[in-house]
Nanobody, 128 residues
Framework: QVQLLESGGGLVQAGDSLRLFCVASGRTISMYAMGWFRQAPGKEREFVAAIRWGGTNIYYVDPVKGRFTITRDDAKNTVFLQMNSLKPEDTAVYYC?????????????????????WGQGTQVTVSS
């Protein structure tokens, strides 16, 4: 079992930055692909970014490309999501997830079904 705990969310203004943290416990995440998803009010949860083990493959949803950066520190069992140039439409609860990451296909990492462990989420609110 892997337990995931997100933190770093908050209320910021448009154009500001935030760094989200996902700390894992129970098992090392070194052999897991790690992903970030988000769910805005009244919308379905959507894929944001993913990083395969060893950081060999990284994927982003188009609206965050060039603004968000996902990284991992396996020694600290932690995954990060650096979010720059935040926009009001980035407002959502952000979830961290872990999966086996068997595929290199980008589509694979955008699917919730391919992640087996989920955190409780951290709220990000961006005001205009």
């Amino acid at each position: 079992q892997v337990q995931l705990l997100e933190s770093g969310g908050g209320l910021v203004q448009a154009g500001d930055s935030l760094r989200l943290f996902c700390v894992a416990s129970g098992r090392t995440i070194s052999m897991y692909a790690m992903g970030w998803f988000r769910q805005a009010p009244g919308k379905e949860r959507e894929f944001v970014a993913a990083i395969r083990w060893g950081g060999t493959n990284i994927y982003y949803v188009d609206p965050v490309k060039g603004r968000f950066t996902i990284t991992r520190d396996d020694a600290k069992n932690t995954v990060f999501l650096q979010m720059n140039s935040l926009k009001p439409e980035d407002t959502a609860v952000y979830y961290c997830a872990a999966g086996h990451g068997y595929s290199r296909a980008e589509y694979y990492y955008s699917q919730e079904a391919n992640y087996h462990y989920w955190g409780q989420g951290t709220q990000v609110t961006v005001s205009s």
